[in-house]
Every structure is written in C-alpha cells, then in structure tokens.
C-alpha cells in the first residue's frame, strides 16, 4: 500500500465550502427561532433577522464570487452533478447495505462525488435556489406583495427549508460522524485524502488520476489537482 | 377612522368607519405569530406585547381586514408592529377604552359582548331596511361590533373574512410536517450509526 496523499478538493473549493456551510447553519439557526415556537422568546429582540440577512448576503454572494474566480469549475460542477446514468443506479441499489456497515466490496467503484454526494449536491442546488428566489421577495418586496402571494413565499421558504435541511442533517452526518467516512471531513478541511481512502471510496476517480504514473501512485498537485473539484 | 363618501338614493352619504383592530375571535395575527406576542386576552380581545414582537411581520399579511402596520427599517429587518390594543391598561382597569371614552357624539359603546350584541341587534331592528349587525358571526365573532346600514362594500367591509388558505396551510400542516421529517431523519441517522458500527466492528473481528 502508498502512503501518498492525493489532492480532493482545492482551495478555493474548501473556502467556498466553508463559507457557504457557515452562512446556511447560521441561516438555519436563525430562522429556526422564527419556525419553533419553543426557541421564539430569542428572536424576541429582532436581532436574529437582522443576523439571518448578514448571513443571507454571505449565502448569496460566496458561490457568485466563486464562479466569477472559477467559471469553468464551477459550469463543470453543476454538470457533473446533473448528469446521471446506469451507474448512479447501481449506487443506489448497493447503497442501503453500504451505508448500513455491510461488505464495502459490494459497492460499485465511484467516481470523485458518488451518486449520494450528487443528490446532495442536487438537493441544495434547488433548495439554494428556492431560498434566495423567496427570501429576495420577503426581503424586499413585502409591502407590494398581495398578502396571498407572500403566504405562498413564506410557504416555499419552509418548504426549502424542510427538504434542504433534512439532506443538509444527512450531509453533516455523512461528512463528520459516518464510522466509514473516515477522511471525508479531514479532506475538506485539508484538502487531501490518502491513496487507499481514494481507492477504497472513490475507485473509478482514483484510476482516472492516476491512470499513466505507472505504480498508480498519486501525487499532490499532479494530475489530481487538475481533475479533483 | 375611515371615511367613505357614497351615493345613496341620489344624494350623498358619510359612512364614518372605525378602521382598527377587530379583535377576532379566529384571529390570523394571533395564528402566525411567531413569539406569541400577539395573543388572546382572557377577555377575548387580540392583546399585543410589543416587546416580544420580532418585527417579521407575519401578522400585517394574515390579518383578514389589513390593519397591523409594520414600522421599521426594510434593509435590516428591525421593525415593530402596531395595532389597538383594546387599551388593555384601561379595560383591565374596569376603565372604557379611550376611543370609547373620547368619541363625542357616543357611537362607541363598550361592554359584555352579549350586552353589546342585544344593543346591537335592537338598533338593527330599530333602524330596519338593510340594516345588520357586523361582527356577530365573522371569524367566529369579533369583538367590535358594527351597526351597518349601508352595503358592506360602502363601508369598505369585507363580507366573508377569513383566515387565509395558505395560513392554515403553513401553520397546521407545513409546521407538523418540518417536525415529522427532521425527526424521522435524525433517529434514522442514529438507527445507522449503531448498525453500521456494531457490523463494521464485527467485520472487523471476525477478520
């Protein structure tokens, strides 16, 4: 076995996922005060909307900001995670078992985001959409709303957020607490995941990085900090 | 106050409308709002702490007769709401409310609202013709009572306030529902853990 490192997820896609990570759970938290009547008393003072808007700008303007930087990534990510073929059914038929701690050899070889990572990826594409779209009208456009219309924004809004949470809670979990992601987290604070986590997690990737070197040893900033995203 | 000049057999009528809080007995404002700063008095009329509003403004769109105002700032989301508030020092007090107390010609009156239906159905009956006593049935009963003798959309009334669809929709099932599902994911997600762990430890052992 290598004991090299291979490079995930680059730096600026670490930021953008930190960022954003901070922005939503403030964003959830503070909204949560408005949602549960038990947590209400701390929203008493308003100041937790005006915290959920700081937040809502940060949420808004990190993935921007990241595009402008890196376009190309960026178009590259939102396509890798809508296309979806005969693999992804394989993932999902093999998932159940895997994720319940069974035989990880029965698993398909993935590449570097698995089906569940697109889902996810999918889910807080739409939900982010939905938010934003919502939350711009609550914002701004509360007073020449018709009272109807903004229900229904209201509604949309929670609605995002029940759908949008929910797989945010899976995510969280999934990323820091699943006893078999054991370098998930690692490699979006540091960036790098050893060889044999890449193999064993993220097979058809690791082939793909380091097809050609031989030894299919990857190195850091080889060809895996061209492909990884 | 609102005032609504309408014809009326060929000559023009003053319909002067008392356009605040209607205290409903179904009330809306009291429904959506978060912190519960708007909630019923137990004597029945919509009271208000304007120190646990958090300024959202939820109760300015689900008021079925357009009356809680949102003063504030739209960039930062701090804001307060404003409403009657029955004048619940006075009421408490065994005092008339102050707009009761200072209408010169007497047109407001305040008491049990029995009392004040049987008031208001006799000077219906007096006045005769199209004639009603607004607020007796709507959202359950109101707490202000109108005697009306002109048609509803003269006064500017609505005829069948209601609670909106979409806030009994948002507050009885969308609200349950967000429980329901967050609850199932995270006993789910700890169901998962405790299984994938003991059968990752036993595949290990068994190694």
């Known amino acids: ?13 670490r930021w953008f996922h930190w960022t954003i990570t901070i922005a939503a759970l403030v964003l959830a938290v503070t909204g949560l005060f408005l949602y549960v009547p038990a947590f209400s008393s701390i929203a008493e003072g308003g100041i937790t909307r005006v915290i959920h808007r700081v937040a809502a700008v940060i949420f808004v303007a990190a993935p921007l900001l990241f595009f402008l930087a890196k376009p190309g990534r960026s178009l590259h990510f939102v396509k890798e995670i809508f296309t979806w073929g005969k693999d992804d059914l394989a993932w999902l038929k093999a998932a159940p078992d895997y994720y319940f701690g069974g035989d990880e050899k029965k698993m398909p070889p993935q590449g570097d985001m698995n089906t569940g990572q697109k889902l996810w990826a999918v889910v807080a594409f739409f939900s982010a959409l939905g938010f934003v779209f919502t939350g711009i009208f609550m914002w701004f456009l509360k007073d020449t709303l018709p009272a109807e219309v903004f229900d229904w924004m209201v509604i949309v809004h929670d609605l995002c957020f029940i759908v949008g949470g929910a797989m945010l809670l899976v995510h969280l979990y999934l990323g820091a607490i699943h006893p078999r992601m054991t370098e998930s987290l690692k ?30 040893k990857g190195t850091p900033g080889g060809q895996g900090e061209k492909q990884a995203h | ?43 029945g009329f919509v009271a208000y702490d304007k120190d646990k ?29 404003n409403k009657c508030i029955f004048c619940i020092d006075r009421v408490t007090s065994g005092l008339e409310p102050a707009c009761v107390k200072t209408c010169p010609p007497g047109a407001l009156d305040f008491g049990e609202r029995d009392a004040m239906v049987a008031k208001g159905q006799a000077r219906v009956a007096e006045l005769g013709g199209d004639a009603r006593l607004y607020g007796e049935e709507e959202l359950d009963g109101l707490h202000v009572l109108y ?57 290990k052992e068994g190694k």
């Open chain 2, 53 to 81: 509003c958090t300024g959202c403004g939820y109760c300015v769109e689900a008021c079925p007769f357009d009356v809680p105002r949102l003063d504030g700032s739209r960039l930062t989301g701090k804001a307060k709401m």
């Open chain 1, 1 to 13: 076995m290598t004991h090299h490192e291979l490079v995930k997820y680059s730096r600026g896609a």
């Open chain 2, 147 to 203: 005697v009306v003798n002109h048609s509803l959309k003269d006064h500017k009334l609505p005829v069948n306030p209601e609670v909106s669809p979409s806030v009994t929709l948002w507050q009885d099932i969308l609200q349950p529902v967000g429980y329901g599902v967050v609850g199932v994911v995270a006993g789910g997600l700890l169901l998962n853990y405790m299984v994938a762990r003991a059968r990752m430890v036993k595949a």
């Open chain 2, 1 to 43: 106050m609102r005032f609504n000049e309408v014809e009326s057999d060929g000559d023009l009528a003053w319909l002067f409308t008392r356009r605040a809080c209607m205290h409903c007995t179904e009330a809306g404002c009291v429904k959506v709002c978060p912190t519960k700063a708007v909630f019923h008095h137990d004597l």
């Open chain 1, 187 to 216: 490699s979006m604070i540091k960036g790098k995941v050893s060889a044999e986590y890449a193999q064993s997690h993220h097979g058809k990737w690791y082939k793909e990085i380091t097809a050609g070197e031989g030894d299919a």
